[in-house]
């Protein structure tokens, strides 16, 4: 058994195997992992890598260099791991690539995780927790990888994180008389920060509720000089409020902020600003105007919808679609947009729960950290009465199931949900407002559309290659994509060439060169959400010599009753791996390419050739004469 890998990002990034620190290399391979554990096991793409190691003007080979830095960062994580294989850490998520992380291997993890069981403690416990997480931090975030001052907004809004939370912990500590457990922490941060004024306001009654009010005054007179010479502005009416406590002239708690953390963020100067966390429109979409056409006319009608919620095949295009939908719509809801990933098909415990859903969009709303509820149907209560007095727009990517969601719906109002998932989610149409919305693949007219956007005149040249390259794909959106970015990326390749080695992969996916990959990636998500029968059926199906096949040749194949075989492909049909349809299922071409890869990864010889001995039987009874 390998030992543990352990990571910090609160301070210096480190890495540890076991107890023996790992060498992360320069110091671009170094901002990567930062960035990697910024994002605490969230995707970061290529591009996004490529603008963190190069200000401007990135070289022509910027792509490269980050794929070179990934394989190395990948064998100094994995020792051993052969050049090219991907290894079980630093993987890649289609175009993306995220570390796995366990919750107790990353510091960041763990300040968030003692962060929130501080919110719903009271008094001295909360103060413990609150301290014990403000201790995990050694520095700014991803420190000393910084140059010429610039510093990547995700390495910003960690920081901000920690500066959010002293000043919550303080105003718990000056509350619970347990200031000296916090003032360390709040000395650091008011020392980062010498312009914060609501914490340089926190550490003066901090220091006097400690008994160095002399110091405090001191602090006071120093943050003045300081504003005064940087900014050229007088102190504000917090900072001004503490010194008035310390000269033991009366102040009301909310002139000194003590309400403010209840009303709003603690550092807010005024009314917080509407969200706006949409992300980028895809600058390649084509076709759904069918669908597009469908939702405009449902939301500008009477029965406005609360929710959609789009489903469809793995690869479909569903987090592009709802996305895309999302912009089009967003100027119908001026009081801002929220999303949320919530990794529904992650492995482990990354999938995001309700709850930490909520406490993000309540933080996002303007609510403070001390004042969002432990219990999940109080902050769901506590969303959806914000909500009502709004009209926002909340995209949820990648939900699991119905529990996941229904807790972030709009209860009344004018606010609408949009969410996608790679699972036909039970309990859509029941909640009153709530819509299901299927993807199926692109038509061939869309398809070539989505070819020529991407392409331009080289699709233009030979309609016929682009024909066949859309056959192959089987009008998929995602594998569109990949040929087309293949092809972008070695001009020699002409479309006849690709659409070439497409026909001459006989359906398999290698077809599709080193992009083959990507594919596989995106359908595992789905395949690893299966039971283990699901899963194993799923990969005896391609041995029907049939494109359709019956639930008793399903039966033939997986050895089991027409009851039990009826059940699994249900499952798969709620995962969208395959089709129904006049009592007859099918696969789409590039899912039945994957399961025949995994059934030669994984299941014996001599299990498949009975598989197809079972079904060649039944083939043999349904056309005997005396068969009925």
Not at 3 to 32: H, K, M, N
Not at 51 to 80: K, Q, T
Request: net charge neutral; aromatic share 4%; hydrophobic share 45%.
């Amino acid at each position: 058994m390998t030992d543990p890998l352990s990571f910090a990002v609160l301070g210096p990034v480190r890495a540890w195997r076991g107890g023996s620190e790992i060498d992360l290399g320069t110091r671009q391979q170094r901002l990567i992992v930062a960035l990697l554990l910024a994002r605490a096991g969230g995707a970061v793409s290529v591009a996004e890598l490529v603008d963190l190691l190069w200000e401007s003007a990135p070289p022509p080979s910027a792509v490269n260099v980050v794929h070179r830095h990934i394989g190395m960062l990948r064998r100094r994580f994995e020792p051993g791991l052969p050049t090219r294989a991907e290894g079980s850490v630093l993987v890649r998520d289609g175009a993306e690539y995220r570390i796995r992380i366990e919750p107790e291997s990353l510091d960041l993890l763990r300040f968030r995780r003692l962060v929130a069981r501080a919110g719903g403690a009271a008094g001295g416990a909360a103060v413990e927790l609150y301290r014990d997480a403000l201790a995990l931090w050694r520095g700014r975030c991803a420190s000393g990888l910084h140059v010429n001052g610039r510093v990547h907004p995700e390495f910003v809004a960690v920081d901000g994180e920690r500066s959010t939370v002293v000043r919550v912990a303080t105003d718990v500590a000056l509350r619970a008389g347990h200031v000296s457990a916090v003032l360390p922490a709040l000395r650091l941060a008011a020392e980062q920060e010498p312009l914060d004024e609501a914490l340089q306001a926190r550490l003066l009654l901090a220091l006097a509720a400690d008994g160095r009010r002399a110091e405090a005054l001191a602090a006071y007179a120093d943050v003045e000089l300081r504003l005064a010479e940087e900014l050229g502005i007088q102190p504000g009416v917090e900072l001004r409020a503490a010194r008035e406590r310390l000269r033991g002239r009366h102040v009301s708690p909310d002139d000194c902020g003590a309400r403010h953390a209840v009303a709003r963020r603690p550092s807010a100067p005024g009314p917080v600003e509407p969200p706006a966390q949409l992300p980028a429109d895809h600058p390649y979409f084509a076709g759904r105007r069918a669908e597009l056409a469908a939702v405009r006319e449902l939301v500008a009608g009477d029965r406005r919808p609360t929710a959609l919620v789009i489903d469809g095949m793995p690869g479909v295009g569903k987090t592009t679609f709802a996305v895309h939908l999302a912009h089009r719509l967003a100027a119908r809801y001026p009081d801002g947009q929220l999303h949320a990933d919530l990794r529904g098909f992650d492995a482990g415990d990354s999938v995001m729960t309700p709850a930490e859903a909520l406490r993000g969009f309540l933080w996002s709303l303007g609510v403070a950290p001390t004042a969002i509820p432990a219990e999940l149907h109080a902050q769901a209560g506590l969303y959806r009465t914000i909500l009502a007095e709004r009209r926002m727009l909340v995209l949820l990517d990648n939900c699991r199931d119905w529990d996941q969601i229904r807790h972030l719906l709009p209860g009344t109002g004018r606010s609408l949900v949009i969410a996608t998932s790679r699972r036909r989610i039970t309990g859509v149409a029941g909640p009153a407002g709530a819509y299901p919305l299927h993807l199926d693949p692109l038509s061939d007219a869309e398809a070539r559309e989505l070819f020529a956007r991407r392409l331009g005149d080289a699709a233009a040249a030979d309609p016929a290659a682009v024909d066949e390259i859309i056959a192959r794909c089987g009008r998929l959106p995602l594998a569109l994509a990949l040929v087309a970015t293949r092809s972008v990326g070695r001009p020699g390749l002409s479309l006849r060439s690709v659409a070439g080695e497409l026909a001459e992969a006989d359906g398999r996916l290698t077809g599709f060169g080193d992009v083959h990959a990507d594919l596989k990636t995106i359908f595992s998500w789905s395949y690893r959400a299966l039971t283990p029968e699901a899963a194993r059926l799923f990969r005896l199906l391609p041995l029907s010599p049939e494109a359709e096949l019956s639930a008793e040749a399903a039966a033939a194949l997986g050895g089991r009753s027409v009851r039990s075989a009826r059940g699994l492909l249900a499952e798969l049909a709620a995962h969208l791996l395959v089709q129904p349809g006049d009592g007859r299922w099918r696969m789409h071409d590039l899912l039945r390419a994957y399961a025949v890869e995994l059934g030669e990864e994984h299941d014996d010889e001599s299990e498949r050739d009975a598989a197809v001995d079972r079904v060649h039987d039944l083939q043999l009874r349904d056309r005997s004469p005396g068969h009925r």
